[in-house]
């Protein structure tokens, strides 16, 4: 595989696959079966992107991301949206009348709930969306379905029976595209994003008096979360996501009062905010 490949964690035709040709078509997509195994790829030259999910709209946070990426020596250089539009796939000659059984991965089997329950269909949990298409292929019965992606279903040869089977419209996945080299834009481009990760001291307010900088210095969180460190409860660390560069005058003073209040402060990348960002804030206007 070619070292400009783009790796992803999953299977051919999994939504993070997806999201790698929609984001960068005509680039080479590279399976990996992990997330440390799409990091390494890129970190040894196999790739030169990794994709990596961070959050859905319905489902939370993607867990161990937040985990990897401030230990995986690579860059945050963008990022990328990409809707989770499901399809009920089965092979040919099935029919909805025939189907019995539904498989994916868990979460998508809670997205689908209407479905399932229309059609009488047994949910059948399997490791992911991408997986249970070539599962429900290799069968080749009428009974067994997949809820997967379109392109899931033109990789294994499936016949798509419904589309946009999910019960919520706004179903979206954020993901993190990362590289070895930091690639950091001019401080006076507008519409950017800088993602950092913090630990406060042990001190009373501490988060309080960390955060307060970005409140009078008028900069826009857009993401925080917390998460242990070490295994140690009284060790937080932070992922932050906030609207700005952190040479532009206001980030640059809350990045100061933010490091004044914590043990550590590391900087994951500098990038350009994807065109969705606008399309929600427009609509929430």
């Keep these: 595989m070619s070292g400009e490949a783009i790796a992803f964690q999953g299977l051919p035709g999994a939504y993070s696959d997806l999201a790698c040709r929609s984001a960068y078509p005509g680039m080479p997509t590279l399976p990996c079966v992990t997330f440390e195994d799409a990091i390494a790829a890129v970190r040894e030259g196999r790739a030169r992107l990794a994709m990596l999910p961070c959050e859905n709209s319905l489902a939370g946070r993607v867990p161990d991301i937040h985990r990897l990426l401030p230990d995986s020596g690579l860059h945050i250089v963008a ?98 595209v990362m590289a070895r080299e930091a690639v950091v834009p001019p401080p006076d481009r507008p519409g950017l994003m800088t993602t950092f990760v913090f630990r406060v001291r042990n001190v009373p307010a501490a988060l309080y008096k960390a955060l307060g900088g970005f409140a009078t210095n008028g900069v826009n969180l857009t993401k925080l979360e917390s998460y242990m460190v070490g295994g140690a409860f009284t060790a937080t660390q932070f992922l932050c996501d906030v609207e700005g560069h952190p040479e532009q005058g206001p980030v640059r003073r809350a990045l100061e009062e933010l490091q004044f209040f914590s043990r550590e402060t590391r900087i994951l990348g500098v990038y350009p905010a994807h065109p969705y960002r606008r399309t929600v804030s427009a609509a929430g206007d």
Excluded: M, W
């Design 79 to 176: 990022e990328h949206f990409q809707r989770v539009e499901h399809c009920l796939l089965a092979p040919k000659g099935a029919t909805l009348a025939t189907i019995k059984r539904a498989h994916s991965h868990a979460v998508a089997l809670g997205q689908v709930r209407g479905v399932l329950r229309e059609l009488g269909l047994e949910p059948v949990v399997q490791a992911d969306t991408a997986g249970s298409a070539a599962l429900v292929a290799r069968l080749g019965g009428v009974e067994d379905a997949a809820i997967a992606s379109e392109l899931a279903a033109e990789i294994y040869g499936l016949e798509i029976l419904r589309r946009n089977v999910e019960d919520a419209a706004h179903n979206t996945t954020r993901f993190y």
